[in-house]
């Protein structure tokens, strides 16, 4: 987990640091304001960016199923299986409201 870093305190940690190292000629001028201007420029995160690849992947994922309930549809059923569906069907039809139990 990556904790917020406290920007006053660095800053005091870098210049306590650049005391004890003073510059040298080859450090280009006003080296140490851009680096500080820097630091307290913090990135912002790219909401749009998440949002969209959330949704792409839901799309993946969405196009996986289809294909998958594509393939298992057009798979033949055996026999048996379509034999006994067409009994239950038939029967189920045919079943007039007296021969049927109470099931409340």
Not at 37 to 60: I, S, V, Y
Request: hydrophobic share 45%; glycine share 4%.
């Amino acid at each position: 987990m990556k904790l917020p870093m406290n920007l006053a305190e660095l800053q005091k940690k870098l210049i306590a640091a650049a005391r004890k190292h003073p510059p040298e000629d080859r450090v280009p001028y006003a080296f140490e304001k851009r680096i500080m201007a820097r630091l307290g420029k913090t990135p912002k995160g790219d909401e749009w960016g998440h949002l969209a690849r959330a949704l792409w992947c839901g799309a993946a994922v969405c196009t996986a199923v289809a294909i998958a309930t594509s393939v298992w549809s057009f798979e033949p059923a055996s026999d048996d299986s379509m034999l006994a569906f067409s009994q239950d069907l038939e029967q189920t039809i045919l079943t007039s409201p007296d021969d049927v139990e109470a099931v409340w």
